[in-house]
């Protein structure tokens, strides 16, 4: 269903990206930020989902500043390795390479923004900072609490894990108490990653409530 391509940022940096296109006339457009795992396959598939559900999806592959081409999977030494990658995350150029997949899609209808883990907290930052969205949904991104002084200029809406040994339900509060204005559900029981069903913390119950969730998100403010 999908296809690579290639993006160009505004200081002319050439990224990869996956998109994957509806079989009828597009409803708009979502750009997928990934994990710290790159666009996997897990990432295009949520992608395909997406575009099942009417979208055009496209993932940046936001790690390709550093290490282009990077893919993983799951295991507990490949998720080692990949942490490297948030060590000292460059934000700045992360969204411009997000500003590049939101222009790469602005022909196509209203453009709303979904990311996981890492791609949370940059789905978060991109309704603060960048131009061209209409909606943001964010997953257990670590990030966002520090990110939750800053107003989205969007609706956004924010999924955590009750479980997450990554994110303490404190932040979760934080971000609560700074952003009335967001949408913030917990999981009760839910770990961090419980979305993707590659990860050992796959939870179908919790998954199965956000995902609908963050479609009928989209539904309502990604209307031509």
């Not at 999908?2 to 200081?11: H, R």
């Not at 993932?59 to 998720?79: H, K, L, M, Q």
């Not at 603060?128 to 209409?134: D, E, H, V």
């Not at 009335?180 to 409530?209: N, T």
Request: aromatic letters at 10%; a neutral charge.
């Amino acid at each position: 269903m999908g296809k690579d391509l290639k993006l160009t940022a505004s200081d002319n940096f050439q990224l990869g990206a996956y998109r994957a296109d509806p079989n009828a006339a597009p409803k708009g457009a979502v750009v997928v930020i990934q994990e710290i795992f790159g666009v996997n396959h897990h990432i295009r598939a949520v992608c395909d989902r997406l575009a099942g559900e009417g979208y055009v999806a496209i993932a940046p592959s936001i790690f390709d500043r550093v290490e282009p081409n990077f893919t993983s999977g799951y295991s507990p030494d490949e998720i080692a390795i990949a942490r490297k990658f948030v060590a000292n995350p460059d934000w700045t150029a992360m969204l411009r390479d997000t500003q590049a997949a939101i222009d790469a899609v602005k022909s196509i209808g209203p453009i709303g923004i979904i990311g996981f883990c890492l791609g949370g907290s940059i789905a978060y930052a991109a309704a603060t900072k960048l131009s061209g969205l209409k909606a943001a949904v964010g997953y257990y991104g670590g990030a966002i609490v520090r990110f939750a002084g800053d107003k989205p200029n969007v609706p956004t809406q924010l999924h955590f894990g009750e479980k997450d040994a990554n994110i303490p339900l404190s932040d979760v509060e934080t971000v609560k108490a700074k952003r009335p204005d967001v949408e913030v559900y917990v999981y009760p029981g839910a770990q961090h990653g419980f979305h993707c069903d590659e990860r050992a913390s796959y939870d179908k119950a919790s998954a199965d409530i956000a995902w609908p969730r963050s479609m009928e998100f989209f539904a309502k403010h990604l209307k031509k």
